[in-house]
């Protein structure tokens, strides 16, 4: 299994970004994807994750309202649109995925880096002030 992350890069402040996540090796439409990330020094931080189906989708707090999850199944791909990037936003953005089916309902569960099978390598995302 191997999901790759792409897309990320530098960006002025209220700029918007598409993150990109490639998934090989694996039933794409049984797995959720979700998107987390991570600055030096601090825990990863999740960030949004959709169904396998794309039918529900949730977000992280600081981040609602100005990301979109979403995934094209039939070429295997998950995206993160990013709008009103902030230097806050500021990090190096990992995509997983992971098999929801008994914890997709549980939000303590869906922002649990450990619930998730597969991860991809990371794409940075720098915003300038």
């Known amino acids: 299994v191997q999901l790759q992350a792409s897309g990320g890069g530098l960006v002025q402040t209220g700029g918007s970004l598409r993150l990109s996540c490639a998934a090989s090796g694996l039933t794409f439409t049984s797995y959720a994807v979700g998107w987390f990330r991570q600055v030096p020094g601090k825990e990863r931080e999740f960030v949004a994750l959709?169904?396998?189906?794309?039918?529900?989708?949730w977000y992280g707090d600081s981040v609602k309202g100005r990301f979109s999850i979403s995934r094209d199944n039939a070429k295997n791909r998950a995206y993160l649109q990013m709008h009103g990037l902030e230097p806050d936003d500021t990090a190096v953005y990992y995509c997983a995925a992971g098999d929801g089916r008994h914890w997709l309902s549980r939000p303590n569960d869906r922002s649990n880096e450990r619930r998730y099978d597969y991860w991809g390598q990371g794409t940075q995302v720098t915003v300038s002030s």
């Open positions: 959709i169904s396998g189906a794309g039918g529900s989708t």
